[in-house]
């Protein structure tokens, strides 16, 4: 089965989206694997299997490659004196902006190209953390309270310290900040203000238990293990990096199967028809026996490979459940009656 493997990206995860793609590379054995790299340019690059190392992207060797441009249905190839067409299933692999913000999956829709991801409503819910708090509270899956606040708001706190503080539309914990004291909150801001202008505000909970459980959807959702990430304050950008690259097996959470149940079910709520065609992951929280959201993640890091036990077959029946969007046609028929009736 050919699958392209889509990754890069013009966002702030642009470099983990490059170690998650090489990471996944060694994952999905019984596939015939592409690579199509989208620099920060957002110009296509056909890259062969062998190129695939850090390396050479940030030495930009990429350049050198062969530029790739959509058509309806694929991804064509030119070469001097031929073209070829990459028409095999896409893998959204872009982290952050671009691949979960909706840009990628309207664009594959745009150009009829089948793929594995987020479709554009899903993205929007689950890549802004405030439309996720919008979209948690009106399907009864509980969240902690929060504040927003805009970059021309008063820095006015309305929660109890200490907080976290954290971009809205940014993942892998870059400009994430625990305030502990008021003097500390205006630094915090100026950090979350650089890569946001809007910022989520949440109580901070030390000591917290924290929950990933990772999902897709075939004729059912079906689950990966629960797993409580090891963590020490809360997961920060260096740990959630080398989560991209993680390629060994999680050890399932020691918890009960009633809490396990109750992920499950709030999971199946969350993933509803709107995450139809993704495998994602939520994280969540338990207080006093209660399982509140903390977030969606729509293209988990390395798609959450370690926390399913046939990581490849899962994706191969994802694939074999794609559907296009409905064809819309039109036959002119409203026009030409309107024209007949004038007499034009």
């Given amino acids: 089965m050919k699958l392209s493997i889509l990754f890069g990206g013009s966002s702030f995860e642009h470099e983990i989206s490059i170690v998650s793609a090489i990471t996944l590379k060694s994952k999905l054995e019984g596939f015939e694997l592409e690579f199509i790299f989208c620099d920060t340019n957002h110009q296509f690059y056909y890259i062969d299997s062998q190129n695939m190392k850090s390396t050479y992207f940030s030495s930009k060797k990429y350049k050198n490659d062969n530029e790739l441009f959509l058509k309806i249905g694929y991804f064509e190839l030119k070469k001097m004196f031929s073209s070829t067409k990459i028409d095999s299933t896409v893998l959204n692999l872009v982290h952050g902006g671009d691949g979960e913000d909706g840009t990628i999956s309207s664009l594959l829709d745009f150009y009829k190209i089948k793929y594995i991801g987020p479709r554009t409503e899903a993205s929007v819910f689950s890549f802004d953390k405030i439309f996720t708090k919008y979209l948690a509270n009106s399907i009864g899956v509980k969240t902690l309270k929060y504040q927003t606040l805009n970059k021309k708001d008063k820095r006015v706190l309305e929660i109890d310290l200490p907080v976290i503080l954290k971009p809205s539309r940014l993942g892998s914990s870059i400009g994430v900040s625990i305030v502990k004291d008021e003097s500390e909150l205006d630094y915090a801001l100026d950090v979350a203000f650089e890569f946001d202008e809007n910022v ?60 396990k149940q109750a992920m499950r079910d709030n999971f199946t709520k969350i993933y509803g028809e709107i995450f139809n065609g993704a495998l994602i992951r939520c994280d969540f929280f338990v207080i006093d026996g209660a399982v509140y959201l903390n977030e969606i993640n729509p293209i988990p890091g390395s798609m959450a490979n370690y926390l399913f036990e046939d990581f490849s077959n899962s994706i191969k029946e994802l694939v074999e459940t794609l559907e296009l969007k409905n064809e819309i046609k039109s036959d002119y028929s409203y026009i030409n009656s309107i024209t007949m009736a004038k007499g034009k």
Wanted: hydrophobic share 40%; glycine share 4%.
């Fill in 200 to 259: 989520l505000i949440e109580p901070f909970i030390n000591g917290v238990k924290e929950f990933n459980l990772a999902g897709y959807k075939t004729d059912k959702i079906n689950f990966s293990i629960v797993e409580e990430p090891q963590k020490t304050e809360f997961l920060d950008f260096e740990k959630k990096y080398m989560d991209f690259s993680r390629d060994g097996s999680a050890s399932e959470a020691v918890i009960s199967e009633a809490l």
